[in-house]
């Protein structure tokens, strides 16, 4: 018989944990504010950042509300439904931020871009058909309380979210594995891969051991919920910091680039001589595609002089 979650316990948790993220909401408003006034220009990938980050924000805030039997006793149960499932979809946003990002990476490879929207509309699946599943009932002077019918819905929640970060991280290292050695640790594509590995570490550790308390148990009730949620909200907030750091990096016209290959018959700029084999693409971590001669990449100071000596035409 599954645990179930202690309302006070729950409930208390739940305050902290939402007053850490408003508090995360409110210190970072610089981008909003920035995009607001026209300092900067909206790009679509922004739409999976405020997406994510509010939609945790809704969900969070309307567990508080529910929790605080502020809720009507006949729509309990469809209210936290939505506020779960809304918890769900934020863990869901958290991943395509970095999705998006290996797009890039991989030249907007057909193949890659086909496999990942593969994953993420069977993520979105689970969302929905699992998120149904979890229940609340009213109790009296507590408020709405989460009631798991059955925890292997909220662990394949999870558990896809273990995996699709996996997969992302490990396409990633593949990829940048090529140009690791001649990429400076200063150009804004080891900043991608640093940033990468703390997000998807940070997340593959807090949904294993949510997993593992869900599936295990515990004598503490109210540890489950509050590892979900903690697994939701530090996802979120993890995420969308890349982003934003990311976002800045992009718009400063002083960081550095480095072009990555799109296929092993790309371009490949020896640092010494400056010689360069033919490639038909290039892509930078901006977002701008190139069909220009690879020796253009080539800094002045690398390309070799070709001024002809006048004592040799004589």
């Avoid at 300092?39 to 809704?58: D, G, M, Q």
């Avoid at 929790?67 to 934020?90: E, K, Q, R, W």
């Avoid at 993420?120 to 689970?126: D, L, M, Q, S, T």
Wanted: with cysteine; glycine share 6%; charged share 15%.
């Amino acid at each position: 018989m599954p645990p179930t979650i202690s309302p006070k316990t729950f409930g208390r948790a739940n305050h902290v944990l939402w007053g850490l993220y408003v508090w995360e909401v409110l210190s970072s408003l610089d981008l909003e504010w920035s995009l607001l006034t026209g300092k900067k220009k909206f790009k679509w990938p922004l739409i999976f950042y405020f997406a994510n980050r509010y939609s945790y924000l809704a969900a969070s805030t309307m567990a508080i509300v529910l929790n605080d039997a502020l809720a009507n006793p006949n729509s309990c149960h469809y209210l936290f439904t939505t506020a779960i499932v809304l918890g769900y979809m934020a863990q869901a946003f958290a991943g395509i931020n970095l999705a998006i990002r290996l797009v890039g990476i991989w030249a907007k490879d057909v193949v890659i871009i086909a496999f990942l929207c593969a994953m993420v509309a069977g993520y979105w699946v689970i969302v929905i058909l699992e998120g149904s599943r979890v229940s609340a009932t009213y109790v009296a002077n507590a408020g709405c309380t989460i009631k798991y019918d059955n925890f292997g819905s909220v662990s394949t929640i999870l558990a896809y979210s273990l995996c699709f970060d996996s997969v992302i991280l490990c396409l990633s290292l593949y990829k940048l594995r090529i140009g690791m050695a001649q990429m400076p640790r200063g150009a804004l594509t080891f900043v991608v891969l640093k940033q990468g590995v703390i997000f998807f570490g940070i997340a593959v550790l807090v949904n294993l051991i949510t997993v593992i308390v869900l599936h295990v148990g515990t004598q503490t009730p109210a540890l489950p919920g509050i590892c979900m949620v903690a697994s939701m909200m530090l996802c979120t907030i993890v995420a969308c910091r890349a982003v934003r750091s990311l976002y800045e990096r992009l718009r400063d016209p002083s960081q550095k680039e480095y072009v990555f290959p799109s296929s092993r018959r790309s371009t490949v700029l020896n640092g010494q001589s400056g010689e360069a084999r033919s490639s038909s693409k290039l892509y930078n971590l901006r977002g701008e595609n190139s069909t220009e001669n690879p020796a253009e990449s080539i800094s002045p100071s690398e390309q070799p002089s070709e001024q002809p000596s006048e004592q040799s035409r004589g």
